[in-house]
């Protein structure tokens, strides 16, 4: 996968542009604001004046593609500013000058107050628009890309005119995109902000065309000439864009469980004995991969009684069919989790050769199951695996199997309570919590209630709950909590 990436640096550190409707103030800048601004590029009259056949191309190839993903740093509402400009009557006052008369007003009645309010960036005040591009499509979008990166370096002005900018273009990767400084915003159905579509181009030349022809003269002879404004754009669709979820978030790979032509499904009460094939398949690809010794005892399998080595590994998590309705609680997909930032060269290496990887029953050597490797889209339309990541952050997570506490709670509820605090150090969360409920009996329709779960044998004197936490501001998964995290135990799905 990778990403056209789009930047837009803010020399001054404001922005003055407002939404459409000039009420609110707008940020981060609407993805239509750019295109406009990518137009106006290319036309720049010093650099050459044709707007050639390949920039069309590109730019018709952008307006078809889905909402980027926009990264901006924090912005502040900056004070109010209220400016004195000049209006559109100094013509008259020149004719007049010019014909030695009096000019009905004189040039300094001649003004209109304007208030502007900008947004100032707090840090880096660059605003990175990434559009994502298959591996499959790579090369017919390359020529596009290229096209796109070169005429971002001629971009002047996002937002109003005083919003002056330098432009860049360039093709990053998923390490690179999730190193981005700044806030990740996400496109969701709704309004408010201003997209391209199929046709944006087409009336942004025109427009383009009538903004040059917009001195025009009156008829009959000593008819003044006069400026005529330019439409306001129409072609365009709107949506909402929603600030994702602050947080540490980790790589994961998703597998279907298949068996031949069809899908596979598992008890859900026995997920460690998945987990357990799962880490035994990716110990084998490891070993065929001829990596270090030291990184597939510590990363792959997870061995290491140091703090650091407890969640630098991989984490091998069994995902029950039960967040939506209707469900049966089956296993029939698994993730494979990389640490919080991830970015393992060696990591990445385990995951592709796991693709297709059999599923093995240790002592018996019985094949389970055959792993497929979930594409881009097919993530994206799983509602299942949704539950389970939130992207969009949520505030209250429940288990789907139990949380295995980090310590013996001694039967006391407040005890109980501070190993889930715990838990949630241990596995490196820092947001605050506003609360914490416990529970036998499962949070989900379809799962089981926490004792009837296998666990390890040296988790067996540790007490098992079912929780449902509530954090003060929204979180992404994946969720995985207490001493079993890495098997497949203390897995949580969003509560809506």
């Given amino acids: 996968m990778r990403f056209l990436c789009l930047e837009a640096h803010f020399l001054d550190g404001r922005y003055h542009g407002r939404s459409e409707d000039g009420r609110a103030r707008e940020w981060p800048p609407n993805p239509h604001r750019l295109f406009q601004a990518l137009v106006a590029a290319g036309h720049l009259g010093f650099r050459r004046t044709e ?7 590109a730019l018709r190839w952008l307006e078809r593609r889905a909402p980027p993903e926009i990264v901006a740093a924090p912005a502040q509402a900056a004070p109010l500013v209220r400016l004195y400009v000049p209006n559109n009557d100094m013509d008259k006052v020149a004719r007049a000058w010019a014909q030695d008369k009096e000019p009905e007003k004189q040039p300094n009645a001649l003004r209109t107050d304007k208030d502007l309010r900008p947004h100032r960036v707090d840090g880096d005040a660059t605003v990175r628009f990434l559009w994502p591009i298959a591996d499959e499509e790579w090369e017919s979008a390359r020529p596009h890309a290229a096209v796109l990166c070169e005429e971002a370096r001629h971009l002047h002005a996002l937002g109003l005119g005083i919003d002056l900018v ?12 999730r190193e981005l400084p700044g806030e990740v915003w996400g496109a969701l159905p709704g309004v408010g902000w201003r997209v391209p579509v199929e046709g944006s181009l087409d009336e942004l030349l025109e427009r383009h065309r009538e903004f040059g022809r917009r001195v025009q003269a009156g008829r009959g002879r000593g008819a003044e000439r006069w400026v005529a404004p330019p439409s306001p754009p129409t072609v365009f669709r709107e949506v909402a864009y929603r600030r994702r979820a602050a947080g540490r978030t980790r790589p994961v790979h998703v597998f279907r469980l298949v068996d ?26 490891a070993r065929g991969l001829k990596l270090d010794q030291s990184f597939v005892e510590r990363f792959v399998c997870g061995h290491g009684d140091d703090v650091a080595s407890k969640n630098d590994r991989f984490s091998y998590l069994p995902l029950p069919t039960i967040p939506l309705k209707g469900r049966d609680g089956r296993i029939r997909r698994a993730v494979l989790a990389e640490p919080f930032g991830g970015g393992d060269a060696r990591a990445r290496a385990v995951v592709r050769r796991l693709a297709g990887a059999a599923l093995i029953e240790e002592g018996t050597g019985v094949v389970k199951a055959d792993l497929r490797a979930l594409s881009e889209d097919e993530r994206a339309a ?30 006391r509820s407040r005890k109980a309570h501070a190993l889930v605090l715990k838990a949630l150090a241990q596995a490196g969360w820092t947001t605050p919590v506003t609360e914490i409920h416990l529970q036998r009996e499962p949070v989900f329709p379809g799962a089981e209630p926490a004792g009837a779960y296998r666990v390890p044998a040296y988790l067996k004197a540790l007490p098992r709950t079912h929780v449902v936490i509530t954090f003060a501001e929204p979180v992404p998964g994946l969720l995985a909590l207490g001493a079993g995290r890495h098997v497949g135990l203390g897995l949580f799905a969003a509560l809506t």
């Fill in 382 to 411: 799983d509602g299942v695996l949704a539950c389970y990541l939130a992207g969009d952050g949520a505030t209250r997570w429940g288990t789907v199997t139990p949380m295995v506490l980090p310590g013996r709670d001694d039967y």
């Fill in 260 to 285: 031949g032509d069809g899908a596979a499904s598992f008890d859900p009460r026995a997920a460690i004995e998945i987990a357990a094939w799962l880490r035994h398949a990716a110990h084998d690809c």
């Fill in 51 to 57: 707007f050639s056949d390949a920039k069309g191309a």
């Fill in 166 to 177: 330098a432009g860049n273009g360039r093709v990053v990767d998923e390490a690179a995109r």
